[in-house]
Each structure stands twice: as structure tokens, then as C-alpha cells.
């Protein structure tokens, strides 16, 4: 179940990018599993990761290949998370790199390899290698809706997004692919993001606008709170448009920063909209707060709370949940006659109590929708804050109960 249409529109390839998905047979026979993206000579790539301690085999050999060289492929496999598994899982995420880079003429250093999929299993590197093959005689500039199927695990449909914009006067363009559905929580989540754009940029651009994206979209969301071993966010560009980023006049810089964050965004949000078992996608929007920190304490608060989330579920208006989740966010200090409450355009609390406006019919009325926004005002400065979390369902449990099976 999700919410929302799920269509990815238009996907326009990226000048310098071809991709591939194939099946390896890694956790079930016959289903895409392997991706594979080649990027052309002279494209810049860098990245954002989880900050979970155990953080899986390709995530400690994608940062290692990241400070030797310059990445010319991406190998993504699903099925298997190669996480937990200790200096084996190094040794086989070093295999897959070293088979492909043979194959393809290259370094194993500029091989980028990501996993995702069941922890703690070895990865089965043979059945990788054995597929490398067709993936690199399948390459193609225009797969991105089978490279999207490719990588996904508990995900219900895929997620992709392509823009355009004129720069200099010629068409710069932006597409990636995301997956995830599950175990999802800011400071990157179970989640695997590639975003590319043929705009020429410098290693130093790249890695500055990958984490200011970043952190506007799949670091503003949350599913469950669960934070992966597994996560990585990555920004490719290949300057293959003829236009370079230092060339830009500053509007055209901030056209194409705002354009980079709607094709993040779109994808962060897509990863909500299928979360596991979800049916309502809300956005929680924190605002007069004296600092961003303190947005994030509140909104955060409020996503993650299971009873929050669960009323979500059941249409049921219980807005002292929600009451409830703000005053145990941690802020100092904080005043409850100047705090503020809205569902959608239904003021629920005014001065820290329940405003005299209210209705049970009207807050009734926004929960029974399937995307509605819980808008807070903390009265204690200028700071704002936009979050994106679902519900928890009967299907969540189950999917969760289930996932090895």
C-alpha cells in the first residue's frame, strides 16, 4: 500500500550516464536485482552516508574508493545488505569490485559498490560476478525505470524523478533513482539515493551541493526512526552539457541549487509515500522556533511517535498526542500559551490549549485524509522546518515480522 499516484513522469537521460538492471539471483530467481551504472570519463561523484557505527562492507569500500579516485561505476545489488559481516564481507564487496573492473577495463578503485537487503547474511559475490556481464552488455542510457525496479527491497513501486532547466542557453538536466520503504531515519535511512546531472562541477561543488540536497529531503524524513547500516546518497555530474557550474552567474547557481532539491525532495518524499504499510502521508511543518535544532526536536517528536502514528492510521483525530509529543521534545523553556497547533486549516490548539474553534467533526474531517499537514508554532523566534513521516498500519508489523521469510 502508498500513497499517492506513484508516477515518476518523464525521465530524460543524463549526457555520460548508462545503466543496466539484470537478475543475478542474489535472494529470489528471475528478479532485478543487480543495477549497474557506468558514467563517462571525467564525471565528478560524490556522497553522503549513515552514521550508523555498523555500517555495512560497501559503505566502508565506497568512502575508501572515494578518497583514491574518480568513480567511473556504481554496483548495486539488492537481496543482500553485506552488513554485519565482518572482514568476509569486505573481502566479497572487494571481489565484485575487482571481477567488474576487469571486465570493464578499469581500476577496482573506480568501481563504487552498494548493497541493500538482509543483514547480517554473507553476500554472495559469486552470483554477482557471474551476472556482471549481461549488466555491462545491457548498458543503456535510457533504463532508469528498470534501474529504479532494480533497486528496490520491501518498496511497492518504484521511485524516479527527472528534471530540466535552460542554463547559458542550453538544456541541463537532473534525474536519479531512490529506493527504500523501511528502517528509515534521518542522518541518511534505509535508503539508497542516485541523483545525475550532466552540469560540470568541481569535486569540491559536488560534495557541497550533494550534502546541502541531502539534508533538505532524505535527511527531513522518518518511517520508523531505524536508522540503517546501509544508507548512501549519491551525486554523479558529468559536465557533459557543455556548461560549467563556475561559469554561473548567481541566479542561475541558485536556479539550478532549487532545481537539485525538488528532484531530492521528490525522491526523499516518494521513500515516505511507500512506506511500508503506510496509508496517510503527512508533512509536519515547525515554525517561530529560535533554532533549527530546536524544529527538528519537535518534528521529530511528533513523526516518531508511535501513538502519533498510530492515530494517523485510524483516522483518529486524538490531537493530544500530538500536544504531547511537543512538550516532551526537550525544548528549554518553552511557553505553552504562545505554542499553536493546525491540522491542514483546523487551529486544534491556540495558547497551548485546545482553541475555542475547534471540532471534533472538523479535525475528524482532516485525519480521514489521506495527505493532510500538522503545522506547530512555538512563538520563540524565526526559525523554520519542513518534515515528512506516514503512518503505522497493521501492514507495517507484518511486513517487518515477515521480512526474512
Known sequence: MAVGSG???????????????????????????????????????????????????????????????????????????????????????????????????????????????VIGEPLPAQKIVAALGSALAALDPAAWLQVAQGIMTTDTRPKACSRQLQLQGRTVTVTGIAKGAGMIKPNMATMLGFVFTDLGMTQAEVGQQVRRAADRSFNRISIDGDTSTNDCCMLSATGQSGVQHAALEE??????????????????????????????????????????????????????????????????????RILAAVGRAGLANLQLDRVDIWLDNVNIVQGGARASSYTEAAGQAVFSRSEFCIRVLLGRGDCRETLWTCDFSHDYVTINAEYRT
Open 251 to 320: 541566479a542561475e547557481r541558485a536556479a539550478f541549487a532549487s532545481l537539485l532539491d525538488e528532484v531530492f525532495i521528490e525522491l526523499a518524499t516518494a521513500i515516505v509515500r511507500d512506506g511500508e504499510g503506510a496509508t496517510k502521508f503527512v508533512t509536519i511543518r515547525v515554525e517561530t522556533a529560535a533554532t533549527t535544532a530546536e524544529c527538528l526536536q519537535v518534528g521529530y517528536a511528533i513523526a516518531e511517535s508511535p501513538l502519533v502514528k498510530t492515530a494517523l492510521f485510524a483516522s483518529d483525530p486524538n490531537w493530544g
Open 7 to 117: 508516477d515518476c513522469g518523464i525521465l530524460h537521460p543524463v549526457a555520460g550516464v548508462r545503466m543496466a538492471a539484470v537478475p543475478a539471483g542474489i535472494k529470489k530467481p528471475g528478479r532485478l536485482d543487480l543495477v549497474l551504472f557506468e558514467l563517462a570519463e571525467g564525471s565528478v561523484t560524490e556522497g553522503v552516508f549513515t552514521t550508523n557505527a555498523f555500517c555495512a562492507a560497501p559503505v566502508t569500500l565506497c568512502r575508501q574508493h572515494l578518497r583514491q579516485t574518480v568513480p567511473r561505476y556504481l554496483l548495486i545489488n539488492t537481496g543482500n545488505a553485506n552488513a554485519g559481516t565482518g572482514e568476509p564481507g569486505l573481502l566479497a564487496a572487494r571481489q565484485c569490485c575487482e571481477a567488474l573492473a576487469r571486465q570493464a577495463g578499469t581500476a577496482a578503485s573506480e568501481v563504487l559498490p552498494f548493497s541493500t537487503g
